[in-house]
């Protein structure tokens, strides 16, 4: 292979690189999000008269732990 072909191929594997990063990365908020949700459930289920309170705690850790995804995602397409 010449000189130019493996700097090609080089390029092209790091930008794999970034997509398995970035997969990777989202693995962290996607279990965070199902377990807040869980607990959130199996809480409702032990004090329903805490279920507004407690939806509105769950939604806002979702969002806390999604945008950890997002900043995994902003990072991906800089670096």
Do not use: C, H, W
């Not at 008269?49 to 979702?62: D, K, N, S």
């Amino acid at each position: 292979m010449d000189l130019m072909t493996l700097a090609a191929n080089a390029e092209t594997t790091i930008r794999g690189l970034g997509t398995v990063g970035y997969g990777i990365s989202t693995l962290g908020p996607g279990l965070g999000i199902g377990i807040v949700a869980g607990k959130t459930v199996e809480a409702m289920a032990r004090q329903p008269e805490m279920a507004g309170q407690l939806r509105t705690t769950m939604f806002l850790g979702i969002a806390f732990t999604e945008a950890l995804a997002l900043i995994a995602l902003v990072a991906g397409f800089l670096f």
